[in-house]
């Protein structure tokens, strides 16, 4: 399933909190800010809340400016993005702003919310039925694959986008600290208590926007099993990236890989024919800059834009073995192995028979071929 790209937008007081307990929604963000928001919305192709917020605030999410209004219509878009919101229980007023205002609206629940919410909510309004408990990811995978969202804006509240951030769901955070203190003990948090991904994010950008400070974080944890996270995506691309890098061949593929620790540390990166090595593989290299007794290499995380090698001639030993040597367990990888030098070649099954996680991303398949298109038959170049 194709998910979203998923950035969390919220503003948060100096002490943490989204909101006061006051019956009023507490304007944290000034001027500058709602308008900097206005603009992610008008860059997104939906925009997320959960139920509580829209039964707290009553929000009516648009795209405020008409000159971002008409950009996106001339852009072949519709003039406001989808709104969603999500209800386990279906408890949700037909006369809140929610469905009043803007363009197209979804609701996601489970099946008896979305019998409570049938014939109740404006026409047109589209109730999803996600099964008995309502998963972040068929929500995720519905959006991206039915509505075709590639850029979703979550903008709250608490719960929802605790949830999202401690599934390895959130892409992005976006947090714009306002300079005011709430201090009440019953107001709500942006993150709740709870296991989320360890380790640290990684700061991508902090700006002044009016008298609020917006930072902008990235995930780094890998995730776990076979699960992919947010982080296995990003990663996955800088090991694709890195195979542009490579020496030219007309003999053997160019590939990148990165290795990185439960913790979101990276603890190597290298690409193929690396440092005048002409039959070094990607992994092979990247494995070789690491001492073999480091004990974060059993927790770590293989990305390699192609599936790693099951056999190979230039070495004894081909890098689904070494991957299972070093002790390592879980590997993403972008695209399959042709036939193209090795015929029937399956490294992701030899991975998988010694227990090693293996996630195939193909998304981004382009990607890992496009440095490799000479080695290609026409047709599967893409
Ligand atoms: N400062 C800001 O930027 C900002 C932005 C937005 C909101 N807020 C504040 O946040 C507060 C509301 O936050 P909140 O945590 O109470 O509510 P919330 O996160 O907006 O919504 C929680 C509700 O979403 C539904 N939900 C949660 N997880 C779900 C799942 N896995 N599947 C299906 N439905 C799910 C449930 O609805 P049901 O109960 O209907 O089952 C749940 O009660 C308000 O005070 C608001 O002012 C602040």
């Not at 363009?103 to 409570?116: C, L, N, W």
Request: contains cysteine; negative net charge; aromatic residues 4%.
């Amino acid at each position: 399933m194709a998910h979203p790209y998923v950035l969390l937008s919220a503003a948060v007081s100096l002490d943490g909190f989204l909101d006061d307990t006051g019956p009023e929604r507490l304007l944290l963000s000034g001027p500058e800010d709602f308008d900097r928001v206005d603009e992610v919305r008008a860059g997104s192709d939906a925009i997320l809340v959960g139920a509580g917020t829209v039964r707290t605030d009553n929000p009516r999410l648009l795209v405020n400016s008409a000159r971002r209004r008409a950009a996106r219509v001339a852009a072949g878009l519709p003039e406001y993005p989808l709104k969603v919101t999500v209800s386990v229980s279906g408890d949700l007023d037909p006369e809140a702003l929610f469905w009043h205002t803007g363009g197209a609206k979804t609701v996601y629940s489970t099946d008896k919310g979305a019998e409570r919410l049938r014939g109740r909510l404006p026409a047109g309004v589209e109730v999803v039925a996600l099964g008995p408990d309502m998963q972040w990811r068929d929500v995720l995978g519905h959006l991206g694959d039915v509505k075709g969202v590639r850029r979703l804006m979550v903008e709250g509240g608490g719960q929802v986008h605790t949830q999202l951030l401690r599934q390895g769901l959130a892409d992005e955070l976006q947090l714009a600290v306002a300079p005011l203190f709430v201090g009440e003990a019953g107001a709500p948090r942006m993150f709740g208590p709870g296991a989320y991904p360890p380790g640290r994010m990684r700061l991508v950008e902090a700006r002044v926007v009016g008298d609020v400070v917006l930072m902008r974080y990235v995930p780094t944890a890998p995730g776990t099993g076979r699960l992919a996270f947010a982080a296995d995506r990003r990663w996955l691309e800088a090991a694709c990236e890195l195979a542009a890098q490579c020496p030219p061949s007309r003999t053997a593929f160019s590939v990148g890989a990165v290795i990185v620790a439960a913790d979101g540390t990276e603890l190597a990166r290298a690409h193929s024919r690396e440092g005048g090595d002409a039959v070094v593989h990607a992994e092979e290299a990247a494995l070789a800059k690491l001492d073999p007794a480091d004990p974060r290499l059993a927790a770590a995380t293989v990305y390699s834009s192609l599936e790693p090698c099951a056999r190979r001639a230039s070495r004894p030993a081909p890098c689904a073995r070494l991957i299972i040597d070093a002790g390592v367990r879980r590997v993403v990888t972008a695209w399959r192995e042709p036939d193209t030098f090795v015929a029937s070649a399956d490294g992701n099954a030899l991975l998988a028979a010694q227990g090693v996680d293996v996630v195939v991303l193909p998304e981004y398949e382009d990607l890992a071929k496009a440095p490799n298109a000479h080695l290609l038959p026409p047709a599967t170049r893409t």
